[in-house]
Structures are given as C-alpha cells and as structure tokens.
C-alpha cells in the first residue's frame, strides 16, 4: 500500500529545509552545514555572488543561447557547447564559464574539503533564457517537483553536487520550491515502482539506450523522478516551501537527494560535480545507502 503523506504544519515540517549561511561565514566549515547539506538540505549564501566584468556584461542576454539548445554548457574538457556569437564572444563566455568553475570548487572547497580530491567534474552551465516561458513534457518539466536522474547516464549511487549563482542584472530572484526529505519522497513512491529488470538494462546497454548497465538504484531513481513529476496532487500538496533565490547569491545542494522544482527566474550559473557517497562525511545519509535500506538488499 502506498504510504500516505501529511500536510500537518507544512511550515514546522519544512522548517531549515533552506539553511542560511551567515554573511562573513561563507568560508568557514561547520559540521552542521556538512551534515544539512548531505541531509538534502540547501546551503544559502546571500552574500556570495558570481560577479560579471564589464566586459562580459555583454553577455546577459538570450541572444548568447543558441536556440537549438536548452543551456550554454561548458565541460570538464573546457569545450563550449550551445553558446552565439562571433569568435570573440565565444571566447569571453568560455573564460566567464571557467571563472565560475574556480570560484564555485573554492566555495565547496572551505564548505568541506574532504570532498576536494574525490570531486569528479561536471559541465558548467549558463541559463540566460526565462524559466516559465519552457513548454516542455512533463517528465522533463523542471518546474514539477523532483529529484534529479538521468534516463541515459546510470551512475551507479554517485552523488550529484550543484553549486547556483543568481547572476540577474535586473534584481529577479530564481525561485525554486522546495520539497520532502529524500526518506520521505521514497517511502511515499517506492510501492508504485516497477520492479526491476536485469535483462531489461542489459538490452538497453546494448542498444546504445544508455551508456553504461543501468542498475537497480539507477532504475529506482528513475522511478522516482517520474513518480513525482506525473503525481499532480503531490506536486499540489505534498510538503514543501517556494523560496526566491535573489541575484548575488550563491546555493549548494546534492540535487539527487534534494527534492526541488525550479518555477522562475533568468540568468542562472550552474556547476555539477559528481562525488562517491562513500567520500561523504555522512555516507549513510545518502540517497543509495537509504534506497539500499528500504530494498532491503544490494542495488548497485
């Protein structure tokens, strides 16, 4: 049966879903910010802005997207995929793009250093267009509440590290809301899951649907993703807070583990990295160590 979900005192049950770091402390490790952030919590900085120069602020514009692509990327290999422009503005938007990157491992490397050498790099992406104005499916609807896996890149419980940065020159917060604990999310959806299918993610391998063996952690992740993005009445009533992020901020959170929907905003950065829950200072906080306990056996 499935497990039902409260709507009693939304606002105690949601309480420190968002945890402010204090202006001054954004260099400073605290325990509790550690265990919050791998609790699925987001870690706030007010006063920790990506700042453009005057020469990038030619930049803020939409013209920069190519239309043909959802966001600007910039990858671990520095190639710059989804960006317009001449040679020149290419080039500036790739320095901006590697500017970000170092500024966003300096931050998560005085938040918690024991993460600095297990940290796997991801892309850097630019969002210069409007949120609300995407009309997409709604599995790949980021304004539905969900956690975030990928159809077609298993990766087997690794971890997925975000840093944000609100880089809006015309004072327009990106507001996100904010859902349950992972535990929550996956007690509620778990008994509508299909099982899964050995044979089916070996077909899938070598078919070339995904690039490597999706395993049962992958398959449930996927699952849940879908679950929660499809439940229209949970994505009305189930626990959760809208906070507006306001431009000169900066926000860190494990978007695997941290149930979110992204409803607004314009002009976003965003770096991923990937970490081993092992690496964790709290690995059995994890979204692979709890799936792997309500299963009841291994997933990966």
């Given at each position: 049966?499935?497990?039902?979900?409260?709507?009693?005192?939304?606002?105690?049950?949601?309480?420190?879903?968002?945890?402010?770091?204090?202006?001054?402390?954004?260099?400073?490790?605290?325990?509790?910010?550690?265990?919050?952030?791998?609790?699925?919590?987001?870690?706030?900085?007010?006063?920790?802005?990506?700042?453009?120069?005057?020469?990038?602020?030619?930049?803020?514009?939409?013209?920069?997207?190519?239309?043909?692509?959802?966001?600007?990327?910039?990858?671990?290999?520095?190639?710059?995929?989804?960006?317009?422009?001449?040679?020149?503005?290419?080039?500036?938007?790739?320095?901006?793009?590697?500017?970000?990157?170092?500024?966003?491992?300096?931050?998560?490397?005085?938040?918690?250093?024991?993460?600095?050498?297990?940290?796997?790099?991801?892309?850097?992406?630019?969002?210069?267009?409007?949120?609300?104005?995407?009309?997409?499916?709604?599995?790949?609807?980021?304004?539905?509440?969900?956690?975030?896996?990928?159809?077609?890149?298993?990766?087997?419980?690794?971890?997925?590290?975000?840093?944000?940065?609100?880089?809006?020159?015309?004072?327009?917060?990106?507001?996100?809301?904010?859902?349950?604990?992972?535990?929550?999310?996956?007690?509620?959806?778990?008994?509508?899951?299909?099982?899964?299918?050995?044979?089916?993610?070996?077909?899938?391998?070598?078919?070339?649907?995904?690039?490597?063996?999706?395993?049962?952690?992958?398959?449930?992740?996927?699952?849940?993703?879908?679950?929660?993005?499809?439940?229209?009445?949970?994505?009305?009533?189930?626990?959760?807070?809208?906070?507006?992020?306001?431009?000169?901020?900066?926000?860190?959170?494990f978007s695997d583990q941290?149930?979110?929907?992204?409803?607004?905003?314009?002009?976003?950065?965003?770096?991923?990295?990937?970490?081993?829950?092992?690496?964790?200072?709290h690995p059995?906080?994890?979204?692979?160590?709890?799936?792997?306990?309500?299963?009841?056996?291994?997933?990966?």
């Amino acid at each position: 049966m499935q497990q039902p979900y409260s709507n009693k005192n939304k606002e105690t049950y949601m309480e420190q879903q968002i945890v402010e770091i204090p202006a001054g402390q954004e260099g400073t490790r605290n325990t509790e910010w550690i265990a919050a952030l791998e609790a699925g919590k987001v870690l706030y900085l007010p006063h920790a802005p990506f700042v453009f120069t005057d020469a990038e602020k030619k930049l803020l514009t939409p013209d920069v997207r190519d239309p043909k692509s959802r966001n600007i990327s910039f990858g671990p290999d520095n190639r710059l995929k989804g960006g317009a422009g001449d040679e020149a503005t290419l080039a500036l938007m790739a320095a901006m793009m590697e500017r970000f990157r170092n500024q966003a491992e300096a931050l998560l490397a005085t938040l918690a250093p024991k993460y600095t050498e297990s940290l796997e790099r991801g892309a850097i992406s630019y969002r210069p267009s409007v949120v609300e104005d995407r009309v997409q499916s709604w599995r790949a609807d980021d304004k539905r509440m969900h956690v975030d896996a990928f159809p077609s890149r298993p990766n087997r419980g690794q971890r997925l590290l975000r840093v944000f940065s609100n880089v809006n020159p015309a004072g327009v917060p990106r507001v996100w809301r904010v859902g349950q604990p992972f535990e929550d999310v996956a007690r509620h959806f778990l008994p509508r899951v299909k099982p899964y299918s050995a044979w089916q993610a070996s077909l899938m391998k070598t078919l070339g649907i995904t690039k490597s063996l999706r395993s049962e952690y992958d398959h449930l992740m996927l699952q849940l993703h879908d679950a929660m993005k499809s439940d229209e009445d949970y994505q009305k009533n189930a626990p959760q807070v809208t906070f507006g992020f306001p431009p000169g901020s900066t926000w860190v959170v494990f978007s695997d583990q941290a149930s979110h929907a992204a409803m607004s905003g314009q002009f976003m950065m965003e770096h991923t990295l990937q970490l081993a829950p092992s690496k964790q200072y709290h690995p059995e906080a994890s979204p692979l160590a709890i799936l792997t306990r309500l299963q009841g056996h291994a997933i990966v």
